[in-house]
Nanobody
């Protein structure tokens, strides 16, 4: 069955860096797009970035552009989110999600409703 497992979250000071990992299994990695979302209590889930490993497309939200970078290691079926220059407002639970890559474009990558599979999330806390 499809499984997505996030790791790499933790506590970091403002200005620091973290890299999150999303390990995927149970589907053909090259046929799917993998997105990163984040959520804080009381707010909607926010799209952060997305990658389509099979055709090399990447998308990034304006709120993190220039600070976060998404990448993949296809041999490991793993997607990474490198987060630099972290701010307290980046504090959230970060989730990865997967959907067939045909459904993703620049207008849809950050919409949680299009993603079929979700991981359990990893907490990122940025202190001031």
């Amino acid at each position: 069955e499809v499984q997505l497992v996030e790791s790499g979250g933790g506590l970091v000071q403002a200005g620091g860096s973290l890299t999150l990992s999303c390990a995927a299994s149970g589907f053909t990695f090259a046929d799917y797009a993998i997105g990163w979302f984040r959520q804080v209590p009381g707010k909607d889930r926010e799209g952060v970035s997305c990658i389509s490993p099979g055709d090399h497309r990447t998308y990034i939200a304006h709120s993190v552009k220039g600070r976060f970078t998404i990448s993949s290691d296809n041999a490991k079926n793993t997607v990474y989110l490198k987060m630099n220059s972290l701010k307290p407002e980046d504090t959230a639970v970060y989730y990865c999600a997967a959907v067939l890559n045909y459904y993703v474009d620049p207008d849809l990558f950050d919409r949680a409703g299009i993603y079929e599979h979700w991981g359990q999330g990893t907490q990122v806390t940025v202190s001031s």
